[in-house]
């Protein structure tokens, strides 16, 4: 069954530094969404993104945040300049359709020190 | 007021046991309903979608309100492999599909 996946699994950096999350959503799939999960919180949406765009962002997903598509399989997110509080988990996920089912990736856990 | 509101729990239970969830919505004009499964430090996974005419997958049932905006899901003769969060999720409406989340509801499901 395909499946999105994302790597590093976990990853610890220093306050201040870029990180780049990187992820391979389902081959055919059109649509894609990053979401985090801070420690004993909710998920939250950050961005979708669609035909090599953004479609939609949430106030989370500020000037230090970006996304790309940089070939024809990857998806990543970039924190330019990272805080404590962008600790967390990040769920990259995509669908076939803007109305169909998202699927998720195990995450990226990110720890910011 | 919360976007998706759920009672975190924990619901403890003993094996066989029916348990029943429920979530409330504020925004009326949220289109689709879902119920995600989230084991611990795992990533949410589809259990199931919530329609008007509820549905039914095995042992769970799910089913919508639009005049509360009320979401339950049912889980009948409760495993031990059902220990988990369960997630309410809206999608927003006239969004790229953005979901929104509850903060969950903990099952524990004890022999």
């Known amino acids: 069954e395909p499946e999105v996946t994302q790597t590093p699994s976990h990853q610890v950096t220093q306050m201040g530094q870029e990180v780049i999350l990187r992820c391979v959503p389902i081959s055919n799939h059109l649509y894609f969404y990053w979401y985090r999960q801070i420690l004993g919180q909710k998920v939250e949406f950050l961005v979708s993104f669609y035909n090599n765009e953004i479609s939609e962002k949430s106030e989370i997903f500020d000037d230090q945040f970006s996304v790309e598509r940089p070939d024809g399989s990857n998806f990543t997110l970039k924190i330019r300049s990272t805080k404590l509080e962008d600790s967390a988990m990040y769920f990259c996920?995509?669908?076939?359709?803007?109305?169909?089912?998202?699927?998720f990736g195990p995450g990226t856990r990110l720890l910011v020190l | 007021r919360k976007e998706v509101e759920q009672d975190p729990g924990p619901f403890n239970v003993p094996e066989g046991a029916t348990v029943a969830f429920n979530c409330t919505y504020s925004n009326s004009a949220s289109q689709s309903f879902f119920w995600y499964r989230q084991d611990c430090r795992k990533e949410p996974k589809l259990l199931m979608s919530v329609y008007s005419s509820g549905n039914e997958d095995g042992r769970f049932t799910a089913q919508l309100n639009r005049a509360s905006q009320y979401i339950s899901l049912l889980i009948r003769d409760s495993k031990l492999s059902d220990s988990a969060t369960y997630l309410c999720?809206?999608?927003?409406?006239?969004?790229?599909?953005?979901?929104?989340f509850g903060a969950g509801t903990r099952l524990a499901v004890h022999p």
């Open positions: 999720v809206a999608e927003k409406a006239g969004g790229y599909n953005k979901l929104i």
């Open positions: 996920a995509s669908s076939g359709g803007s109305r169909e089912t998202q699927y």
